[in-house]
T-cell receptor, first 113, second 109 residues
Framework: DAEITQSPRHKITETGRQVTLACHQTWNHNNMFWYRQDLGHGLRLIHYSYGVQDTNKGEVSDGYSVSRSNTEDLPLTLESAASSQTSVYFC????????????FGPGTRLTVT | GQSLEQPSEVTAVEGAIVQINCTYQTSGFYGLSWYQQHDGGAPTFLSYNALDGLEETGRFSSFLSRSDSYGYLLLQELQMKDSASYFCAVNTGFQKLVFGTGTRLLVSP
């Protein structure tokens, strides 16, 4: 069955380290999104992509970067992790047609110490 | 700025009907979505309204009034498994979503 996966599911890192969170979908969806979820803020859009080689900044993109070298993957990189980036990170994908549903991965819980 | 307002918590009993409201103020509007999220889980899509009116999907219905910048999610015949957080989200264009802070629904026996 087609799916969207994230790895790792849990990560503890130190301030200043570079961290990459993986997102992989097998639906062949054009659109992919990264969100962070914090108490009191709901989900906030970090970066998004509408296809290979396309990336765009979302509402809270500072300190994060993404790259889209193929349809299936959109890795999220924290260039220099900060304690403020401790959060739960969700990746999502959608077909990019009239279907408005976004399909979310299981999430990655990141702790920056 | 962009803001979506929804109640932080709602309680109800099994078999009851509950309505979760959402008012929004965003720089663009193409539609209103609702997502459900159980504790520790991922958000899952429930419904989408692009036009005014009521959309029904089984026990769940969603309503939109664009002139009032308002929508709601209606859950009927509540079950214990409906205990979860519910998020409204505005599509501000090209599927870019702005989410509300969520409503925690507690269903008791």
């Amino acid at each position: 069955d087609a799916e969207i996966t994230q790895s790792p599911r849990h990560k503890i890192t130190e301030t200043g380290r570079q961290v990459t969170l993986a997102c992989h979908q097998t639906w062949n969806h054009n659109n992919m999104f990264w969100y962070r979820q914090d108490l009191g803020h709901g989900l906030r859009l970090i970066h998004y992509s509408y296809g290979v080689q396309d990336t765009n900044k979302g509402e809270v993109s500072d300190g994060y970067s993404v790259s889209r070298s193929n349809t299936e993957d959109l890795p999220l990189t924290l260039e220099s992790a900060a304690s403020s980036q401790t959060s739960v990170y969700f990746c999502a994908s959608s077909p990019g047609t009239g279907d408005q549903e976004q399909y979310f991965g299981p999430g990655t819980r990141l702790t920056v110490t | 700025g962009q803001s979506l307002e929804q109640p932080s918590e709602v309680t109800a009993v099994e078999g009851a009907i509950v309505q979760i409201n959402c008012t929004y103020q965003t720089s663009g509007f193409y539609g209103l979505s609702w997502y459900q999220q159980h504790d520790g889980g991922a958000p899952t899509f429930l419904s989408y309204n692009a036009l005014d009116g009521l959309e029904e999907t089984g026990r769940f219905s969603s309503f939109l009034s664009r002139s009032d910048s308002y929508g709601y999610l209606l859950l009927q015949e509540l079950q214990m498994k409906d205990s979860a957080s519910y998020f409204c989200a505005v599509n501000t264009g090209f599927q870019k979503l702005v989410f509300g802070t969520g409503t925690r629904l507690l269903v008791s026996p």
